[in-house]
Each structure stands twice: as structure tokens, then as C-alpha cells.
């Protein structure tokens, strides 16, 4: 139950398992074909244009931001934590000017205070941590995007923990890059940097005054690729990890015939169940209120007299768990992620080890409290 890489379905390990076809087989063409459709239709992006990369969610920030920025342009970060300093680096790396709005962990800036930067920043792009998986923080992305919109200043997503978890409309919204990875809420191991990147995005790479400084992260290189393999042909730039391709086409079609606003609404209602077990066993999460709090993980501060060490038994109680990542609060809090084939059974499964774990720890909550709040959730849920 950690935060990704997350539980993965027995039919998408199988795929990962298969004979390794050639990447130009007619079989994997079709495969990788139909992945990069679905891609567009997990994310609500019909005009898009999807992008599968062998290489980790940070390759995915570095392909939006090495595309999009030229030395000398401005971006606007809007920081929610860890994974938002990393896009700033990112940035800097690629030689943007960046400014950032801030906030205390737990919490998500103003979407005033960041439309009034956009305002007078100047900003070519802004990027926004959909769910800060150090934190725990849900951003209110929609206003953002929009907000963007508004300036006309690109918008990139970080859905690495997010995607296919978080309800995001790509299109709807006006996003102009939604990227992510396999590992978390999208269900294939690591090793996939997915992006899809709206018809604007690609427009201001294309009037690209200068050349994009990494072969392997330049959209040059990978567009013909892709749209070579959705019409059917193969064509080379470098090796596709085949098997991680098959195993993703198995997953996004399970996410799509879950439906996404069947699945957005479970993960919402599991994360409502969490967050009742948390409750009942006296457990304050990092997020500062309810509507900044992700449905995808939870991050938890550990009660008066417990310590990291807890998390030990936990994993004694059959059940793993992350700790803190943030480097302010470290050591003072813990994660729970809850993407994917999450369950009725894992809620009850997490909040019972939990609950055994703080007891063996000294902490003191009546006996089942935990779970029979979390039990009253799924129970009034449905
Ligand atoms: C996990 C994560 C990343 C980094 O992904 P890697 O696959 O570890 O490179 C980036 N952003 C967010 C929000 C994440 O949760």
C-alpha cells in the first residue's frame, strides 16, 4: 500500500511475462497502436497527442519541459511539495527563468494569488503537481488550467499520482500537457513515461526557435514514432520496452471498461473510507483540509509518542506502507497510497494492521474503531 510502484493485476503481469515480440512485429504494432488511443481516452483528450517513452515519471517531466521551454523563457511553478521542486530544477536544467508560488506543506496556493502572478509574469508556462505525493496535497487543478487559459500561458499536470486516480477532463479543462507513469494509479510496473499533450503544446514546440537540448526527451525524435505505430506501421528510433507496451495496453483497457468516472468515484470512495478509519484512530493527515486532500494516497502524521519505527509493525501485520518524503516533515508523518485495484478488502485489511501496529506502539484507541469507522463508510457508500 505504498504510494508506487502500486498493486498490479495478475492479467497486466502476464503480459509483462509473454514472449517478447519484435517492435516491428505486426502483432506489437497493433498492441502499441491501440495503447496510444487509449492513453488519449484515460486522459479525456481527444485532440492530444499521446506519448509512450521507456524511462520513469521524471523522464515524462523532463520530455513536457525540455519540448516547451527555450533558454531565457519564463515559467511559473506552482509548489505543492517534493515533486514540484523537481519541475523547477527541471526547468532551471533547461534554462527557464522560474518563478514559484509557494505554500506551507499540507497546503495548495490561492488560485488568486497564482492568477494574479500569471498576470504580470509574462509566463510561458505553468506547472502544477496534481497530487504532491509528498504531501498528500491535491491542487485545485481545474481553476489553475483555466486560470492559465485565461493568460494564455501553456499548462503542464504532474498526474504521476494521479492519472486515471484523480478526476482530470484534459480536453474540458483546456490542460495542454497531462503526463504521468506507469507504476501508480495507471497499474503497470515501472519503466513508461506517458504524456499526452494537447494541439497548442505541440504548436509552440513546433515554432521552437531553438533546437530541444536532449535527443532522447526531443518530441522530434518520438513523433514520428507514435504516429507511425497509431497508423499502423513500425518505425525506429529506440527499442520501445515491448513488454511494459503490452502490459499497458491490458491495463488502460481494464481502466477504460471500469469506465474513468466509475473508477474517479472509487477512488473517492475509498479514499472517504480511509480518511474515516484515520479519524476514528485519532490520525491527523498532512493535507490541511478536506478539499486539498488527494483520493490517491494518504499522508498521516504520527500520533503523540509513535515513530517511524511503526511502520516496521505494520509490515509485521502484512502490510507495507511509505514514510514521509517531504523534506521539512520527514520523519514525522507516513504515507498510504491507494491507487489502482484498490479495494473494500485493502481499506479494512490497511486500517485493521494500522490500528494492531499503533496499539502494539502505545497508542491509545479502543480496539476496532478504526476499521468499524471505515466499515461504516464503504457501508453507507454502497
Ligand atoms: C512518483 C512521482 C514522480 C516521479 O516519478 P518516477 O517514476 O519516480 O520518476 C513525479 N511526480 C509525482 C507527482 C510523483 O508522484
Redesign the pocket.
Known amino acids: 500500500m505504498i ?2 510502484p502500486v498493486e498490479f493485476d495478475p492479467e497486466v503481469m502476464r503480459a509483462l511475462g509473454a514472449k517478447t515480440a519484435s517492435h516491428v512485429a505486426p502483432e506489437f504494432i497493433s498492441v502499441f497502436g491501440r495503447a496510444l488511443k487509449r492513453l488519449r481516452e484515460v486522459c479525456l483528450a481527444p485532440s492530444a497527442q499521446p506519448f509512450v517513452v521507456a524511462g ?3 523522464l515524462a ?1 523532463e520530455l513536457a519541459v525540455a519540448n516547451l521551454v527555450e533558454p531565457g523563457e519564463r515559467a511559473l511553478v506552482v509548489n505543492t511539495g517534493y ?1 514540484s521542486d523537481r519541475m523547477a530544477t527541471l526547468l532551471e536544467r533547461h534554462g527557464a527563468e522560474v518563478a514559484q508560488a509557494r505554500c506551507e506543506p499540507g497546503e495548495a496556493p490561492e488560485v488568486a494569488a497564482v492568477e494574479r502572478m500569471l498576470a504580470d509574469g509574462r509566463f510561458k508556462v505553468m506547472t502544477v ?1 496534481h ?3 509528498s504531501t498528500g496535497v491535491l491542487a485545485p487543478v481545474e481553476a489553475l488550467v483555466r486560470a492559465a487559459n485565461r493568460h494564455g500561458v501553456l499548462s503542464v499536470v ?1 498526474g ?2 494521479a492519472t486515471a486516480g484523480e478526476t482530470f477532463h484534459q480536453d474540458a479543462w483546456g490542460a495542454d500537457v497531462y503526463l504521468t ?1 506507469s ?2 494509479a495507471i497499474g503497470v510496473p ?1 519503466g513508461l513515461a506517458l504524456l499526452t499533450v494537447s494541439p497548442r503544446a505541440m504548436a509552440a514546440w513546433r515554432a521552437r526557435r531553438t533546437p530541444v537540448r536532449s535527443l532522447y526527451a526531443d518530441f522530434s525524435e518520438w513523433l514520428p514514432i507514435m504516429e507511425a505505430y497509431e497508423a499502423g506501421r513500425a518505425a525506429y528510433f529506440a527499442t520501445p520496452p515491448v513488454n511494459l507496451v503490452c502490459a499497458l495496453d491490458v491495463s488502460l483497457g481494464q481502466i477504460l471498461r471500469e469506465g474513468m468516472e466509475a473508477r474517479f468515484a472509487r477512488h473517492r470512495r475509498m479514499a472517504q473510507a480511509f480518511r474515516a478509519g484515520w479519524r476514528a484512530l485519532g490520525l491527523r493527515t498532512l493535507p490541511v483540509s478536506e478539499s486539498v486532500t488527494a483520493h490517491t494516497l494518504s499522508a498521516l502524521y504520527f500520533p503523540e509518542g509513535v515513530d517511524t519505527t511503526v511502520l516496521g509493525r505494520v509490515r509485521e501485520q502484512g502490510v507495507v506502507l511509505a514514510g514521509g518524503l517531504h523534506p521539512q516533515l520527514k520523519t514525522r508523518y507516513f504515507r498510504v497510497g491507494h491507487m489502482n485495484v484498490v479495494s473494500p478488502g485493502d481499506v479494512l485489511a490497511t486500517v485493521g494492521a494500522v490500528e494492531r501496529a499503533l496499539a502494539a506502539a502505545g497508542h491509545r484507541a479502543e480496539p476496532g474503531v478504526g476499521v468499524a469507522a471505515a466499515q461504516a463508510e464503504l457501508v453507507a457508500a454502497k
Request: glycine share 12%.
Open positions: 504510494p508506487g520513469s515519471g521524471t517531466m515533486f503537481t497530487v504532491d505525493t504532474d504521476v499520482c507513469a507504476q501508480k515501472p
